[in-house]
């Protein structure tokens, strides 16, 4: 299992996309394509990556009754990605289905169990959650495990919880992470690329680290020497 910096192409088109690529040259890096691109440019966007040399995070979130998200997942399978993603608000069943119809692929499927965007005080007093975020991370991994799937997503800050939980080869893949002195914007759950390095984290998503910084090559580099080549 490779631990990777996976970057949050999170532009409204490819033509803006391409051009922060090309910035990187022959470096291929990994990279996650949300829902603004995504319902921006369609399916197109993820060939052209593929065909580019990149390893593509397909982060639709998916999140519907069971029968809807197996057909949807159905769907993307045929594009060929290397990682995809469902909520596993969701619940077993749908996490079920969405592992169904990617049986036998290489595709990694994985839940998102509590948005890094997320905080404590949101969990309890908007969610309606009574358990702590650790246990409500710790308890969702545990259900995405049971159903079949590869990992989660969650705050670096709960990665060590959810290997002691569900394994030390069952995925965490950590947005919520920030090169040190950088603005946290809505991240409420965040940590450096080398604190996540330290908590255990499997794959780093990185977005307005990189996006947003002067020079995205070299914060780039940055997560990288940060996260894997210490
Ligand atoms: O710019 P930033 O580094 O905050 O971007 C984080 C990316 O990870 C965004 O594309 C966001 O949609 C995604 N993400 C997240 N929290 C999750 C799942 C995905 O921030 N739980």
Same mark, same amino acid.
């Given at each position: 299992?490779?631990?990777?910096?996976?970057?949050?192409?999170?532009?409204?088109?490819?033509?803006?996309?391409?051009?922060?690529?090309?910035?990187?040259?022959?470096?291929?890096?990994?990279?996650?394509?949300?829902?603004?691109?995504?319902?921006?440019?369609?399916?197109?966007?993820?060939?052209?990556?593929?065909?580019?040399?990149?390893?593509?995070?397909?982060?639709?979130?998916?999140?519907?009754?069971?029968?809807?998200?197996?057909?949807?997942?159905?769907?993307?399978?045929?594009?060929?990605?290397?990682?995809?993603?469902?909520?596993?608000?969701?619940? !077993?069943?749908?996490?079920? /289905? =969405?592992?169904?119809?990617?049986? $036998?692929? @290489?595709? %990694?499927?994985?839940?998102?169990?509590?948005?890094?965007?997320?905080?404590?005080?949101?969990?309890?007093?908007?969610?309606?959650?009574?358990?702590?975020?650790?246990?409500?991370?710790?308890?969702?991994?545990?259900?995405?495990?049971?159903?079949?799937?590869?990992?989660?997503?969650? !705050?670096?800050?709960?990665? /060590? =919880?959810?290997?002691?939980?569900? $394994?030390? @080869?069952? %995925?965490?893949?950590?947005?919520?992470?920030?090169?040190?002195?950088?603005?946290?914007?809505?991240?409420?759950?965040?940590?450096?690329?080398?604190?996540?390095?330290?908590?255990?984290?499997?794959?780093?998503?990185?977005?307005?680290?990189?996006?947003?910084?002067?020079?995205?090559?070299?914060?780039?580099?940055?997560?990288?020497?940060?996260?894997?080549?210490?």
């Amino acid at each position: 299992m490779g631990k990777d910096v996976i970057i949050a192409c999170d532009f409204s088109s490819a033509k803006e996309t391409m051009d922060f690529l090309d910035r990187f040259g022959d470096l291929k890096p990994y990279v996650k394509i949300g829902m603004e691109l995504f319902y921006a440019e369609g399916p197109q966007i993820v060939r052209t990556l593929k065909a580019r040399g990149h390893k593509v995070f397909l982060d639709l979130k998916l999140h519907d009754i069971p029968n809807t998200v197996g057909k949807a997942m159905s769907v993307l399978n045929g594009l060929g990605v290397d990682m995809c993603n469902v909520h596993a608000a969701g619940a !077993s069943e749908m996490m079920q /289905a =969405a592992a169904k119809a990617f049986a $036998g692929s @290489d595709t %990694l499927v994985i839940a998102v169990t509590q948005l890094t965007s997320t905080s404590e005080a949101q969990l309890h007093d908007e969610l309606l959650i009574s358990s702590c975020m650790e246990e409500t991370v710790r308890s969702y991994a545990l259900n995405a495990r049971n159903a079949g799937l590869d990992g989660v997503v969650c !705050s670096p800050l709960e990665a /060590a =919880a959810v290997h002691e939980t569900c $394994g030390k @080869d069952f %995925l965490t893949v950590t947005p919520g992470v920030r090169l040190a002195g950088d603005s946290k914007g809505d991240q409420k759950r965040v940590t450096t690329p080398a604190i996540a390095r330290e908590l255990g984290s499997d794959y780093i998503v990185v977005g307005r680290s990189i996006t947003g910084a002067g020079d995205p090559l070299q914060a780039y580099r940055k997560c990288m020497e940060e996260f894997i080549d210490r």
